[in-house]
């Protein structure tokens, strides 16, 4: 079974660019889509940026809360935005940031942060409830179904710089890239986590997006360029992870989504540049497509 999976997801069709948010958007961070519009955070602008045939701001977050993961919700029809002070030129330092929902209109339907500092970078969304990563503290939060409050769903000291997370099929588990740590299984129940060393025993270091495609998860790696996208087998005790896309090589990759049929990946994303106060960048940030032949199930 594990097998078929991998094979559908490596059955892909040769990347292409499915739009380009404009270079007035210096960094952009995380993409999400509901399979006809694709949604991209604009970090140093507070903007979340909609793209159909061009690109459009659909809304600006409050001041101080400047967006990075994003994650549609196919249940509940919102946008849930991973919001932060990143330390970069020009951004004020905060004690916290906050988990925020809109409306695909733009409107701001809430927000939300635990106790204490909370540093929020990703974000994904299941039948389970919705999953955000601080980066700061290696703690993942998940805001499940009958609560109000975000709470750890893994134990302090756990992980080192959490990032992307996502659903195991069997809903029991939620795998999360760490990027010190690796890949991590984290058992909603007891809230112990499990690290999964490669094939060559090593941790798989400096993965950022991470999303479910059926049974196989797919990684955009960044620790060392130049930025790759994995397919990753999560198994019992251990993962194998493949090149995807031919082994095709992305500049300054980031987070990845996916609408059942295609992946999204944000290519350029710009962070060089902003963190060296750059006030322009020389073109827009690529959201690259990469088509899945069998697709995948949005459970």
């Known amino acids: 079974?594990?097998?078929?999976?991998?094979?559908?997801?490596?059955?892909?069709?040769?990347?292409?660019?499915?739009?380009?948010?404009p270079p007035e958007h210096r960094l952009v961070e995380g993409v999400a889509s509901d399979g006809s519009?694709?949604?991209?955070?604009?970090?140093?602008?507070?903007?979340?940026v909609a793209c159909t045939k061009s690109c459009r701001t659909l809304a600006t977050l409050p001041q101080?809360?400047?967006?990075?993961?994003?994650?549609?919700?196919?249940?509940?029809k919102l946008l849930w935005i991973?919001?932060?002070c990143p330390e970069l030129p020009g951004i004020a330092r905060c004690k916290s940031g906050a988990l925020v929902a809109?409306?695909?209109?733009?409107?701001?339907?809430?927000?939300?942060?635990?106790?204490?500092?909370?540093?929020?970078?990703d974000v994904s969304v299941s039948r389970s409830g919705v999953f955000v990563s601080d980066s700061h503290n290696g703690l993942v939060y998940g805001l499940?179904?009958?609560?109000?409050?975000?709470?750890?769903?893994?134990?302090?000291?756990?992980?080192?710089?959490?990032?992307?997370?996502?659903?195991?099929?069997?809903?029991?588990?939620?795998?999360?890239?760490?990027?010190?740590?690796?890949?991590?299984?984290?058992?909603?129940?007891?809230?112990?986590?499990?690290?999964?060393?490669?094939?060559d025993g090593k941790p798989l270091q400096g993965v950022d997006g991470l999303v479910r495609c059926g049974e196989t998860y797919v990684g955009v790696h960044n620790g060392t360029p130049p930025g790759r996208v994995l397919t990753i087998e999560?198994?019992?005790?251990?993962?194998?992870?493949?090149?995807?896309?031919?082994?095709?090589?992305?500049?300054?990759?980031?987070?990845?989504?996916?609408?059942?049929?295609?992946?999204?990946?944000?290519s350029n994303a710009g962070w060089e540049a902003a963190s060296k106060g750059l006030a322009r960048r020389s073109g827009g940030a690529p959201i690259v497509e990469i088509s899945l032949a069998e697709g995948c199930s949005r459970k």
């Not at 519009?37 to 979340?48: E, K």
């Not at 990075?68 to 249940?75: K, P, S, Y």
């Not at 809109?102 to 970078?121: C, D, V, Y």
């Not at 000291?157 to 939620?174: E, F, H, I, K, N």
């Open 102 to 121: 809109i409306g695909p209109n733009g409107k701001l339907r809430g927000s939300i942060a635990p106790k204490g500092g909370f540093h929020p970078g």
């Open 37 to 48: 519009t694709i949604w991209a955070t604009s970090v140093l602008d507070r903007q979340i």
């Open 144 to 199: 499940l179904p009958g609560r109000r409050e975000l709470r750890a769903i893994n134990r302090p000291g756990d992980g080192r710089s959490a990032q992307g997370t996502s659903l195991a099929p069997s809903g029991t588990d939620v795998i999360v890239a760490d990027y010190s740590r690796g890949i991590g299984r984290i058992d909603l129940k007891t809230t112990a986590t499990k690290w999964l060393p490669g094939p």
């Open 64 to 76: 101080g809360l400047h967006p990075l993961g994003i994650a549609w919700d196919w249940g509940r």
């Open 234 to 266: 999560v198994r019992p005790d251990a993962i194998h992870y493949a090149q995807l896309a031919g082994g095709q090589a992305f500049p300054d990759p980031t987070q990845i989504a996916f609408d059942g049929k295609r992946l999204l990946l944000v």
């Open 1 to 21: 079974m594990i097998a078929l999976a991998i094979a559908a997801v490596a059955a892909v069709a040769e990347p292409r660019v499915a739009a380009v948010v």
């Open 82 to 84: 991973a919001a932060d």
